[in-house]
Every structure is written in structure tokens, then in C-alpha cells.
């Protein structure tokens, strides 16, 4: 079984300075990991993905996002957050086996961005 | 990346009707869909999975006979709320993907008001 945790429900940073999103998961399999965006009222877009090639991903609007094994986490971060960034963001795991590429959603952060 | 859509946007209807929501995939075949139920505040859960031309597989604790999947074409995917009342009020998202590609591109979901 698969599972995803995010440790914070609300993250509130001022504009300019530094985002962290943590999550933690759990996998039998050798997982897929993804953060995903979701603004008010609207779909999901992707951030970015890790699929077992470099651990440090980097995705979209500065977004990167590191997998450490040992550690179980996949925590995203932005140097430098902007006020669009503010929206809902879930970290998402894969198991690529018997889950049949079955999503697991975290509980979502929602980022609050101060001008 | 690969888009999908949903129609309608939103949707309000009286209690005891169906509702039907269509989930296309614009520019690939969806050999697997998803459906999502995502409540107020809340992440997404998963409710069904469905391959083309075979009958949809319902998580736990979801009402196959209530809402209803059909997956008929590489393209379409549909989801019938039947006898919908206020607690389906929901916001309602796709997801396809293709082929052995676990990454799943969502549509922008429907949001459904039951009066």
C-alpha cells in the first residue's frame, strides 16, 4: 500500500522569500513521486516529477523538489516565492506495480503568499 | 503536455436527477481514466478507474450503481450521477493516461451543485 503525507496543511511565506512544501511517503514499489498546483475552482497542473532518474527535479516557476530514499520525503521548495504562487499543492505518489499507476494524494498544503 | 477536458464546468441540479459530465482527452488516447471527488478544503480521492471498452473499477466505499462510468472511446469517458442528491455537491475531476505512462493529465473539473 502507498500513502503520502504532508506536514503542513498551511504554509504562509512573504513575497521574495524562500517556500517549502514537506511530504513524506510510503511505497512498496519502487514509486513515481509528482507535486501538483491547483489554483481556486480550477484542475491540477504538474509541477514536476521524479521517475527513479536524477534526485534533484527541477519543474516549472522555479520549482524543484529533491528525493531522498532514505528519508522517505520528497519536499518541495522555491528560492524566492511570488504572489501567484499562492494556490493548494498536493504531492502525489505512483506505486508503477500492482496499483496499476494508481495516484495517492497527500492532504494538501495551502500556500499563503504576503506582499 | 497532454490536455483533457471536462463538460460542463459546472452544473446545478435538483435533487433526484442525473447528471452527466463528460471527460475528453483533446490530443491522445486515454487508454485508462480516472474520476475524482474532491470536497471543500479537501484533497482528492480517487473514486473509479476504467479501461477502455471494460466496465470501471469502484474504490471502496464508492456506489457503482450511483455513479455510473462509462468508458467507450480512447477519447471519452463519462460519469452519470444518478438520483443525485446534496451531499454528491462536489467538484469532480478526470484524469487519463496512456499507455504503461503513469503520469495523468486532469481536466479542469466540474463542479456540481445538488439544490
Known amino acids: 500500500a502507498q500513502s503520502v503525507t504532508q506536514l503542513d496543511s498551511h504554509v504562509s511565506v512573504s513575497e521574495g522569500t524562500p517556500v517549502l512544501l514537506r511530504c513524506n511517503y510510503s511505497s512498496s514499489y519502487s514509486p513515481s513521486l509528482f507535486w501538483y498546483v491547483q489554483h481556486p475552482n480550477k484542475g491540477l497542473q504538474l509541477l514536476l516529477k521524479y521517475t527513479s532518474a536524477a534526485t534533484l527535479v527541477k519543474g516549472i516557476n522555479g520549482f524543484e523538489a529533491e528525493f531522498k530514499k532514505s528519508e522517505t520525503s520528497f519536499h518541495l521548495t522555491k528560492p524566492s516565492a511570488h504572489m501567484s504562487d499562492a494556490a493548494e499543492y498536493f504531492c502525489?505518489?505512483?506505486?508503477?506495480?500492482?496499483?496499476?499507476?494508481?495516484?495517492?494524494f497527500g492532504g494538501g498544503t495551502r500556500v499563503l503568499v504576503k506582499p | 503536455g497532454a490536455v483533457v477536458s471536462q463538460h460542463p464546468s459546472w452544473v446545478i441540479c435538483k435533487s433526484g436527477t442525473s447528471v452527466k459530465i463528460e471527460c475528453r482527452s483533446l490530443d491522445f488516447q486515454a487508454t485508462t481514466m480516472f474520476w475524482y471527488r474532491q470536497f471543500p478544503k479537501q484533497s482528492l480521492m480517487l473514486m473509479a478507474t476504467s479501461n477502455e471498452g471494460s466496465k470501471a473499477t469502484y474504490e471502496q466505499g464508492v456506489e457503482k450503481d450511483k455513479f455510473l462510468i462509462n468508458h467507450a472511446s480512447l477519447t471519452l469517458s463519462t460519469l452519470t450521477v444518478t438520483s443525485a442528491h446534496p451531499e454528491d455537491s462536489s467538484f469532480y475531476i478526470c484524469?487519463?493516461?496512456?499507455?504503461?505512462?503513469?503520469?495523468?493529465?486532469f481536466g479542469p473539473g466540474t463542479r456540481l451543485t445538488v439544490l
Open positions: 484524469s487519463g493516461t496512456s499507455g504503461g505512462n503513469d503520469e495523468q493529465f
Open positions: 502525489v505518489v505512483s506505486d508503477r506495480g500492482a496499483a496499476g499507476n494508481k495516484l495517492t
